[in-house]
């Protein structure tokens, strides 16, 4: 991973490649800026009722991989791909069963969930936490995603799993990052 405090980080999940914003001027700058205790846009509530997953399957190395996917309503503009990965002890269903997948569609972004190895609907042994790092490339891969852009926000008010105990600030924090962000291109230096 390459990062100084003055631009973002460039780095890699195996072969593919990462913007990972770094906690620098302009990542604070940034930050500032979204407002995240502003509340999900009632449209985009309306609207997420009616997005329907799909589900299918995907080879990533030696695993056949259970996935679920939501993509925006036609009428809604496509702003990118989200990809969700859960926690331990959990599964792709949970971003479904707390509506974030239909909601984060219904603001304009495919998501896509998977399961780990061992987890939900994905067979096999549970892979150690030494190769969960591994499943993701192999993932993304499959998945045809060739660029992630990475946030880590944590929600100091929502508990542990924030998706969790308060869905609401979770997905209201990264629906207003998302937006602010979408209107900010990154040009390199020379």
Same mark, same amino acid.
């Given at each position: 991973?390459?990062?100084?405090?003055?631009?973002?980080?460039? $780095?890699?999940?195996?072969?593919?490649?990462?913007?990972?914003?770094?906690?620098? +001027? *302009? =990542?604070?700058? =940034?930050?500032?800026?979204?407002?995240?205790?502003?509340?999900?846009?009632?449209?985009?509530?309306?609207?997420?009722?009616?997005?329907?997953?799909?589900? $299918?399957?995907?080879?990533? $190395?030696? *695993?056949? %991989?259970?996935?679920?996917? +939501?993509?925006?309503?036609?009428?809604?503009?496509?702003?990118?791909?989200?990809?969700?990965?859960?926690?331990?002890?959990?599964?792709?269903? =949970?971003?479904?069963?707390?509506?974030?997948?239909?909601?984060?569609?219904?603001?304009? *972004?495919?998501?896509?969930?998977?399961?780990?190895? $061992?987890?939900?609907?994905?067979?096999?042994?549970?892979?150690?936490?030494?190769?969960?790092?591994? %499943?993701?490339?192999?993932?993304?891969?499959?998945?045809?995603?060739? +660029?992630?852009?990475?946030?880590?926000?944590?929600?100091?008010?929502?508990?542990?799993?924030?998706?969790?105990?308060?869905?609401?600030?979770?997905?209201?924090?990264?629906?207003?990052?998302?937006? +602010? =962000?979408?209107?900010?291109?990154?040009?390199?230096?020379?």
């Amino acid at each position: 991973m390459l990062c100084n405090t003055t631009q973002h980080c460039l $780095g890699s999940i195996g072969s593919f490649p990462i913007l990972s914003t770094c906690m620098d +001027t *302009y =990542t604070h700058s =940034t930050i500032r800026l979204a407002d995240f205790q502003k509340p999900i846009p009632e449209r985009v509530l309306w609207r997420s009722k009616a997005v329907r997953p799909t589900e $299918g399957n995907f080879l990533a $190395g030696r *695993y056949e %991989i259970f996935f679920r996917e +939501t993509v925006p309503p036609r009428e809604i503009i496509y702003k990118g791909t989200i990809l969700l990965i859960h926690g331990q002890s959990f599964s792709s269903s =949970t971003w479904l069963e707390n509506s974030t997948m239909q909601i984060f569609s219904a603001a304009g *972004y495919r998501c896509l969930a998977f399961d780990m190895p $061992g987890c939900g609907k994905t067979g096999g042994p549970t892979v150690p936490d030494s190769e969960k790092a591994e %499943i993701i490339p192999l993932a993304m891969r499959a998945l045809k995603l060739e +660029t992630m852009l990475c946030l880590l926000l944590r929600i100091p008010s929502a508990g542990h799993a924030c998706y969790l105990s308060n869905p609401v600030a979770f997905q209201s924090a990264c629906l207003n990052f998302f937006e +602010t =962000t979408e209107s900010f291109v990154v040009v390199p230096t020379l």
